[in-house]
């Protein structure tokens, strides 16, 4: 009897680093995802995530898939826990422009105007890279948005207790696509079995209003792209609310973004290509920080998207000087 428990002891934690640390393994083909029909959300697996905390060895731990040969990423898993989550957000140095960036700008149709936001698998908030070109790939500002709803229950779940959560986010291409549909996430709270975070969701990547060509990124208007279910809505009627444990013992996930949208600002130049913000109020410079020239309400755009349009750096010594 305890030759067969220390056995399993033994086994146990080699079988969770190949199925949750080694996603390549667990993932040799991308689940069957319908085509999108109006719900930005749906469930996979009753909502089941497919992380086993069977030999949970306690460790914090990110792991990347390397790009593929046609430049895309790959799954990303994590064990998260509240020492792996940051206290603060700061700008990593921008990752060059994922394969698929198609610069399109939809003015009267897109909050903030431009289609593309550079989407990270493992997000900053639970301590994902926004410089490693593992993590970044090109996604709707629309996924984005419904990507940091999940990832505010494992963060909020993170800076209340000191459990830990199996955590994964697996792109899925069709074909030799440049551009994921979406991206399938999964979490499960690791001490309390999943009942305080559990779930297995694929977000489309979509954009209301818009057409994407997958294959290349291009896009257009297209009215027939709209939206019968919300991200929110589904979060809202499929998954319980986090209870008050304790006072956060970090700042909220929210304040934590907020404060990594600043921080991207102050992005320096990488392989060329880098993150700006322009004015929506009159000018026509571009700027490292959102708050150079007591900008109103100014867009994060690429350089390129920024000199595109006529507009040029900064002269100040605080800004690009």
């Known amino acids: 009897m305890n030759k067969s428990m220390n056995l399993k002891r033994c086994i146990l934690p080699l079988l969770l680093i190949v199925t949750l640390l080694l996603p390549s393994a667990a993932y040799a083909a ?23 905390p069977d030999g949970y ?66 997000a900053p908030s639970l301590g994902g890279s926004d410089a490693d070109a593992r993590n970044v790939f090109t996604g709707t500002r629309y ?18 207790t000191s459990n830990h959560v199996l955590y994964r986010v697996t792109p899925v291409y069709r074909g030799e696509d440049l551009v994921p549909t979406g991206v399938q996430m999964e979490a499960r709270s690791v001490e ?11 977000l489309y990547n979509i954009q209301p209003g818009i057409a994407i060509d997958y294959a290349t990124g291009q ?38 973004y907020e ?33 150079c020239s007591r900008m109103i309400d100014p867009i994060h755009v690429s350089v390129e998207e920024a000199e595109s349009e006529g507009f040029t750096p900064c002269q100040k010594k605080s800004c690009f000087g």
């Open 259 to 291: 404060e990594y949208e600043q921080a991207v600002a102050t992005t320096v130049q990488q392989q060329g290509s880098f993150m700006v913000w322009i004015p929506t109020n009159g000018g026509t410079k571009y700027h490292r920080t959102s708050s």
């Open 143 to 160: 996924l984005r948005q419904g990507m940091q709803l999940f990832e505010e229950l494992v963060a909020d779940h993170l800076s209340r």
């Open 30 to 52: 991308a689940p069957e995802i319908p085509d999108f029909d109006g719900a930005a959300v749906i469930e996979l697996n009753h909502n089941i995530p497919a992380l086993s």
């Open 192 to 202: 309390d079995s999943g009942r305080s975070v559990s779930f297995n969701v694929f």
């Open 219 to 256: 896009s257009r208007l297209d009215e027939k792209t709209a939206v019968s279910e919300t991200v929110q809505s589904f979060r809202e009627d499929h998954l319980l609310k986090l209870t008050e444990m304790e006072a956060p013992a970090v700042a909220s996930f929210a304040a934590l």
């Open 57 to 122: 060895t306690g460790e914090s731990e990110i792991r990347h898939n390397e790009l593929d040969g046609l430049g895309r990423v790959g799954p990303a898993s994590a064990c998260l826990s509240r020492a792996s989550a940051p206290t603060e957000l700061r700008a990593q140095g921008g990752a060059e422009l994922p394969v698929g960036w198609v610069t399109a700008r939809y003015d009267d149709v897109i909050d903030g105007r431009y289609l593309y936001s550079l989407c990270n698998l493992i």
